[in-house]
């Protein structure tokens, strides 16, 4: 008997491509809520973001109750209560969260509270503490990276404890994820390629890592796939609107894979480096990702070697020995990032970033070694281990 | 319709089983506490009076350890004096079972999502590589690798031998002392 075991679960309703927005009325209306809050953050409303979201709305006689855009890059305990409070006194019904990871994580806490009651979110925090669904709850992601429109985690800062509160639940899930190419056309070159390049590794790792299985493999692969063949084209030209909702239908379909099958050591690496010095995580993902695969290579040998296939396309798969297939997908991987250093200078290694000091690296490895994605690394990581791929990215 | 016959038997050995690796288990976290310098340093980043409990849902056998300082661990049984700090929970006895039997790998069974967390994620991290560390201490070779996801390539018999005698000849004097008591 096979001792294969895994568990998939994606509930969330993917609405996606031209005039996605214009759905939001008819499936609001399909939960029967009628007066929605937007949660997002100021640079999504300067971007002028909200407008198309609003404007559909609007258009279908659906009024925005209120609009809380003040979420901070890292959100708080604090921002929680306070956009609860606005919800409740504007007898809001539902919520729709317009932004990249802090918005929707934010907008997830949120939920918490206007349905469970109380304004102590840390007394919901762990794993597994809510019992029941939530308010109805619309992602419209405006970066294509974080996946956290179809992920059931949330981490809000306790600025007073000073300490990142984990909430998992599969009723944070979203009713549905509006992925709609508009949102993503504006967005920074630099930011579009740390972006892909997150779903990327998103990808990479859940197709590489312990927990992988046959459904998120499909959907790993597809992510590849759309990613390989887009993110160039979109970083020649920004406005092209079909490759832009292809790199979005990447970044949902590379979070439904990792949502399923978990992360591993770059994100270990990621998550530390964003901790100690403050870079942004697809950046950290973009720079560590061929260094953990070279690591990685002799336990992951085989998934490695397959993916070449989706990175480089069926001629060079057929023509690459299965012998030489792995190296041949860090090598495509490598080639991608220095298209992106070509194009918009993101980093490659730590001492590109200008942000990173050698003498960190042995406090990155320490704090990544603790980190919950590590477990999940094919290859048992050591302090030595963890400190030697970090001099390899490091110039 | 010997299979039914026998299959509450076969459950409760189960049982019993997993029951008995969790008390040689507290046990031997104690003892490797005492024992094993790396254990130690992990360890010893736990704050003092931590308490930890890896227990089968929904109130099976369970096993709690209680950082007591400098990296020691001291063995409660299966009653923790207070509210535990982290808990690991089996969903079933099965999942319990084929960790603790050696089937399954305890980072596998994570995988497998046989196990939740509840608790901080670093502290269950760092518990799980004391855990991969006293399988590989007192377990043959052999075994230890279908126990760790990764045997350490540092670890060489002599120490291997001289530390798994001092674990087991602890984890027994506590046995006797609990009889005792």
């Known amino acids: 008997m096979s001792n294969k075991y895994y568990e998939f679960f994606c509930p969330v309703k993917v609405i996606a491509g031209k005039a996605a927005l214009e759905h939001i009325p008819y499936e609001l209306s399909g939960m029967a809520a009628t007066r929605p809050m937007i949660v997002t953050d100021k640079g999504v409303r300067a971007a ?14 659906l009024e925005i109750v209120s609009i809380y855009d003040d979420v901070p890059p890292d959100s708080s305990t604090a921002v929680v209560r306070d956009i609860a409070g606005v919800y409740r006194s504007e007898k809001c019904d539902s919520i729709i969260a317009v932004g990249g990871g802090s918005a929707i994580d934010t907008a997830k806490a949120v939920n918490i509270l206007v349905s469970e009651g109380g304004d102590d979110i840390a007394a919901y925090a762990g794993a597994g503490v809510l019992k029941r669904p939530l308010k109805p709850f619309f992602v419209v992601p405006t970066t294509a990276g ?5 992920t059931a985690v949330a981490v809000i800062a306790d600025t007073e404890k000073h300490v990142k509160l984990p909430f998992t639940s599969s009723f944070l899930l979203p009713n549905a994820a509006i992925i709609d190419p508009r949102m993503t056309l504006t967005l920074p070159p630099h930011i579009t390629a740390a972006t892909a390049m997150d779903a990327m590794t998103h990808a990479t790792e859940a197709f590489t890592c312990m927990a992988k299985n046959p459904l998120s493999d499909a959907y790993a692969t597809a992510a590849i796939k759309k990613i390989s063949n887009s993110l160039l084209a979109v ?14 239908e990447a970044s949902t379909m590379a979070g439904i894979a990792f949502s399923n099958s978990m992360v591993g050591l770059v994100h270990a690496l990621g998550h ?28 992951i040998r085989e998934p490695l070697g397959e993916l070449l296939l ?26 991608m990032r220095d298209a992106l250093y070509k194009h918009c200078k993101l980093p490659r290694t730590l001492k590109e970033t ?42 | 319709m010997i299979a039914k016959r026998i299959q509450p038997m076969a459950f409760q050995a189960r049982r019993l089983y997993v029951e008995l690796m969790f008390q040689v288990m507290g046990r031997a976290l104690q003892a490797v506490s005492e024992v094993d310098a790396t254990v130690q340093k992990d360890a010893s ?35 923790a004096p207070r509210p535990v700090d982290l808990s690991i929970q089996f969903k079933h006895i099965a999942h319990a079972f084929l960790v603790l039997s050696f089937q399954e790998k305890t980072s596998v069974a994570f995988a497998n999502d046989r196990m939740l967390v509840d608790g901080d994620i670093s502290y269950a991290i760092r518990m799980t590589r004391v855990l991969n560390r006293l399988e590989s201490f007192i377990l043959p070779k052999l075994v230890a ?17 001289m530390s798994a005698a001092r674990i087991y000849l602890k984890v027994a004097s506590n046995f006797v002392e609990t009889v005792r008591a």
């Open chain 1, 235 to 248: 970083m020649d030209n920004p406005k092209d609107a079909d490759n832009r909702l292809e790199l979005a």
């Open chain 1, 310 to 335: 989706y990175l480089d396309g069926p001629e060079v798969y057929a023509a690459t020995p299965a012998s030489r297939r792995a190296e041949a997908s860090i090598s495509a991987i490598r080639r």
């Open chain 2, 45 to 79: 980043a736990l704050p003092e009076g931590f308490l930890f409990e890896m227990m089968v849902m929904p109130q099976g056998s369970s096993l709690i350890v209680e950082h007591v300082g400098n990296g020691r661990f001291h063995y409660h049984g299966n009653s």
């Open chain 2, 145 to 161: 690798k279908r126990a760790v996801k990764e045997y350490p390539a540092n670890l060489h018999l002599p120490e291997k031998l």
């Open chain 1, 272 to 299: 530390a480096t964003g901790a100690i010095c403050q870079l942004p995580h697809g950046l950290c993902m973009s720079l560590y990702l061929p260094y953990v695969l070279e690591y990685n290579i002799e336990s």
């Open chain 1, 146 to 150: 974080t996946g956290s429109e179809v």
């Open chain 1, 48 to 61: 002028g973001l909200l407008d198309p979201v609003i404007a559909a709305c609007e258009e279908s006689g």
């Open chain 1, 354 to 395: 200008g942000k990173v000091v050698e003498e960190q690296l042995e406090r990155i490895a320490e704090v990544a070694l603790d980190d919950g994605a590590i477990m999940f690394n094919p290859k048992e990581v050591t302090l030595e281990d963890a400190k030697a791929v970090l001099r390899r990215a490091w110039a």
